[in-house]
């Protein structure tokens, strides 16, 4: 009786593992820039350039998928880390946020880099010209930095703050 489970069990787990290839994870791709960051400020060049490079893969509707995505379960666990980053910030629908999520969404882009948050750790590894040098961190945080200032002179201080959201001691 266990050599009959042990043979099915077999031929499960090779049945998964030819199927498993092609099923494949949506993909990440979208043309529509509508309300990308870029629509509402001033993206400069070195800080496109550094997005493209180290941060749009997961934060933005345009993730350049290598070939290791396409082998199961490898490419839904990157998915599953494409679809978090975006839930957290996506750069090509930052114009559609709310004023105070945008507002809060530059101070994390500042924290996290401040912090050397970001990019991952497990993303560098693979992708090691997505890892920042400190001249690169500063041009992001400065950047921020600068998004909020003009933030702060167009819209009142309360609506730069979710209401919402509960205040940390």
Not at 32 to 53: A, E, Y
Request: aromatic letters at 10%; a positive charge; one cysteine or more.
């Amino acid at each position: 009786m266990k050599k009959k489970k042990l043979k099915y069990f077999g031929i499960g787990i090779l049945g998964l593992l030819i199927i498993a290839p092609i099923l494949h994870s949506p993909q990440n791709l979208s043309n529509d820039l509508s309300n990308d960051i870029s629509k509402k400020f001033p993206v400069p060049d070195t800080i496109r350039q550094i997005l493209k490079i180290s941060c749009n893969d997961c934060h933005s509707n345009l993730t350049v998928y290598p070939w290791y995505t396409k082998v199961q379960p490898f490419g839904w666990w990157i998915q599953h880390h494409i679809d978090e980053g975006k839930r957290e910030l996506n750069f090509n629908e930052f114009s559609s946020y709310s004023i105070s999520r945008q507002f809060h969404k530059l101070e994390k882009i500042k924290e996290e880099m401040q912090e050397h948050g970001m990019p991952l750790t497990s993303y560098t590894l693979i992708h090691k010209n997505a890892k920042l040098n400190e001249g690169q961190n500063e041009l992001l945080i400065k950047w921020a930095i600068s998004l909020q200032d003009t933030l702060k002179a167009n819209f009142p201080a309360d609506s730069l703050v979710n209401p919402n959201r509960k205040k940390r001691g």
